[in-house]
């Protein structure tokens, strides 16, 4: 009888402890990762620049790259600078750019990546995704799944608190984004992978359920494990779905139209996520994810970070633009942008301003 199977890309190892960092030298070891500690410390100027004094003396093999910004241009420059250095791995130390920028820099030149984060502001920590800024705006790139992942949460403790519940607005969209999928699925026929799916709800439910906040370290270690497991199902799906509907569409146009102003992926996929819900004529949904969202101090309106109605409601009308041939609650309803302004004047209604 054949043995019915598939390979799943994911971490070889998961660390989601206080005092994680301490022992990255003896993971990449021990995992065989590094065993002659040649690697390539990919560090952000903030978060990561931080914390080189105290990793060095464990790494010293390890040559180290401060790296400005997450774009393209600085993935490739990266990528070019390790080319000569031989080095076992490549580790991304430091907040969402720059562990994005070192997953893109690795793949080009064909080394394993290794993500240790500082905070806990979206779910590209385990993603198979590089998201980077480039002459278009901004762009989402394929990459092979991190090798190995280690948060500190006696770190993540003391990241700005914003950046941590950024991560709190990312997990929770999960459940308008698997609305998305299953909606694409009954009306255009969009096969769904019920494994991918069911790893990213259960992420989502996790973090919207859990009674905790960012002072606490059992919310904090189910915030992260939401994050790798909506990573690991954006890998096992072999695309984003899982993880991004219409409430990743909005974020993208509120990036696109107002590129000087927009907030952290986070709030913006929360606040997303909450108004795609009302618009699936689902009230006590949207109610709990906003409800959830203003306990953990995330926008529920756009006038929340900076955005005023119309500018949200434009926001909406061109979202759908943002993602070409994904089919979510905006590509189904297809309404005009009066239709949309009087969506929002029900909505705020339902949540109360």
């Given at each position: 009888?054949?043995?019915?199977?598939?390979?799943?890309p994911?971490?070889?190892?998961?660390?989601?402890?206080?005092?994680?960092?301490?022992?990255?030298?003896?993971?990449?070891?021990?995992?065989?990762?590094?065993?002659?500690?040649?690697?390539a410390?990919?560090?952000?100027?903030?978060?990561?620049?931080?914390?080189?004094?105290?990793?060095?003396?464990?790494?010293?093999?390890?040559?180290?790259f401060?790296?400005?910004?997450?774009?393209?241009?600085?993935?490739?420059?990266?990528?070019?600078?390790m080319?000569?250095?031989?080095y076992?791995?490549?580790?991304?130390l430091g907040?969402?750019?720059?562990?994005?920028v070192?997953?893109?820099?690795?793949?080009?030149?064909?080394?394993?990546?290794v993500?240790?984060a500082?905070?806990?502001?979206?779910d590209?920590?385990?993603?198979?995704?590089?998201?980077?800024?480039n002459?278009?705006?901004?762009?989402?790139?394929?990459?092979?799944?991190?090798?190995?992942?280690?948060?500190?949460?006696?770190?993540i403790?003391?990241a700005?608190?914003?950046?941590?519940?950024?991560?709190?607005?990312?997990?929770?969209?999960?459940?308008s984004?698997?609305?998305?999928?299953?909606?694409?699925?009954?009306?255009?026929?969009?096969?769904?992978?019920?494994?991918?799916?069911?790893?990213?709800?259960?992420?989502?439910?996790?973090?919207?359920?859990?009674p905790?906040?960012?002072?606490?370290?059992?919310?904090?270690t189910?915030?992260?494990?939401?994050?790798?497991?909506?990573?690991?199902a954006?890998?096992?799906?072999?695309?984003?779905?899982?993880?991004?509907g219409?409430?990743?569409?909005?974020?993208?146009?509120?990036?696109?139209l107002?590129?000087?102003?927009?907030a952290?992926?986070g709030?913006?996929?929360?606040?997303?996520?909450?108004?795609?819900?009302?618009?699936?004529?689902?009230?006590d949904?949207?109610?709990?994810?906003?409800e959830?969202?203003?306990?953990?101090g995330?926008?529920?309106?756009?006038?929340?970070?900076?955005?005023?109605?119309?500018?949200?409601?434009?926001?909406?009308?061109?979202?759908?633009?943002?993602?070409?041939?994904?089919?979510?609650?905006?590509?189904?309803?297809?309404?005009?942008?009066?239709?949309?302004?009087?969506?929002?004047?029900d909505?705020?209604?339902?949540?109360?301003?």
């Amino acid at each position: 009888m054949p043995v019915l199977t598939r390979l799943i890309p994911s971490p070889v190892s998961v660390d989601i402890t206080a005092g994680a960092l301490n022992n990255l030298a003896g993971l990449l070891a021990d995992q065989r990762i590094s065993s002659s500690g040649r690697l390539a410390m990919a560090i952000s100027c903030g978060s990561g620049a931080a914390l080189r004094e105290r990793v060095t003396p464990a790494l010293p093999g390890a040559d180290w790259f401060e790296v400005d910004g997450g774009t393209i241009d600085a993935a490739v420059q990266l990528a070019d600078s390790m080319r000569s250095g031989h080095y076992d791995a490549v580790v991304g130390l430091g907040g969402g750019k720059i562990i994005d920028v070192a997953k893109y820099a690795a793949a080009r030149v064909g080394l394993p990546m290794v993500a240790v984060a500082t905070n806990l502001s979206h779910d590209g920590i385990c993603s198979p995704v590089s998201t980077l800024d480039n002459d278009a705006g901004r762009g989402s790139y394929g990459v092979p799944t991190p090798i190995a992942l280690v948060i500190d949460l006696d770190v993540i403790r003391h990241a700005p608190v914003r950046y941590v519940r950024s991560g709190i607005g990312d997990a929770v969209s999960n459940l308008s984004a698997i609305a998305d999928w299953e909606l694409s699925h009954r009306e255009t026929g969009e096969q769904i992978d019920g494994l991918a799916a069911a790893m990213a709800r259960q992420a989502g439910e996790a973090v919207l359920r859990h009674p905790g906040d960012c002072a606490d370290d059992a919310f904090l270690t189910v915030l992260a494990e939401a994050l790798v497991l909506s990573g690991i199902a954006m890998s096992i799906a072999g695309h984003t779905r899982p993880s991004s509907g219409a409430c990743h569409e909005i974020s993208h146009a509120l990036d696109l139209l107002y590129p000087k102003r927009s907030a952290p992926h986070g709030e913006q996929v929360g606040l997303g996520a909450a108004f795609a819900m009302h618009l699936r004529g689902e009230p006590d949904h949207c109610g709990l994810i906003a409800e959830v969202l203003r306990r953990h101090g995330l926008p529920v309106l756009p006038d929340d970070i900076g955005f005023s109605a119309d500018e949200f409601v434009t926001a909406v009308a061109f979202a759908p633009r943002t993602r070409p041939g994904r089919y979510t609650i905006l590509e189904h309803l297809d309404l005009t942008t009066d239709q949309i302004r009087d969506q929002y004047a029900d909505y705020v209604k339902t949540i109360g301003s």
